[in-house]
């Protein structure tokens, strides 16, 4: 394995540990992480009106993601304590995939990314629709949860290509 291709989570003796981010510059981090909740078409429909029996399934799942995305170090191991500057969740309906689709960005002047915030935000909203929908829909289906850009550090930008332009989501 070279060194570009080390996981930067072990050191040499194998043994876990945090990064040591302390010489890096500060520069601005963009992270943007998606995740799709594909369900039964009544099931949407109740989201759209509002009317799911734990109340408005959207406004809460974008507030589960937000203050996921602020959580991200108490649940992943070895994940540096951020100081976000910014958390946006949006979720979106999508009649003909019977899905919500996610995308979370995260936002922050620092020395490490904010994909695993991101990522965190995403999925954390997707299972919050999961749970306020579940009495009525079991065999919803969390999926495409996933990296579609980020920015800033020293490997510069990155996008997932294609699929980071779909035109799904809707402001």
């Not at 060194?3 to 194998?14: I, P, Q, R, S, V």
């Not at 899905?99 to 002047?109: F, G, N, Q, S, W």
């Not at 800033?152 to 332009?165: C, E, L, M, V």
């Amino acid at each position: 394995m070279t060194a570009k291709n080390k996981l930067t989570h072990f050191d040499d003796g194998g043994n876990a540990r945090m990064v040591d981010v302390g010489a890096k510059g500060e520069t601005e981090r963009v992270a943007v992480a998606r995740a799709s909740v594909i369900m039964q078409a009544a099931t949407l429909k109740l989201i759209a009106a509002k009317t799911a029996a734990k109340g408005d399934v959207l406004a809460v799942a974008q507030l589960a993601g937000i203050m996921a995305a602020k959580k991200t170090p108490e649940l992943i191991p070895l994940c540096h304590p951020l100081a976000l500057s910014s958390v946006d969740v949006k979720l979106s309906l999508d009649a003909r995939r019977r899905a919500v689709d996610i995308e979370a960005t995260c936002k922050l002047k620092g020395r490490t990314g904010v994909e695993m915030e991101a990522l965190t935000a995403a999925s954390v909203a997707a299972l919050t629709v999961y749970d306020m929908c579940k009495a009525v829909d079991r065999g919803m289906t969390i999926t495409e949860v996933r990296l579609v850009h980020k920015s800033g550090g020293k490997s510069g930008t990155w996008s997932s290509g294609p699929r980071a332009s779909r035109p799904r989501f809707a402001s």
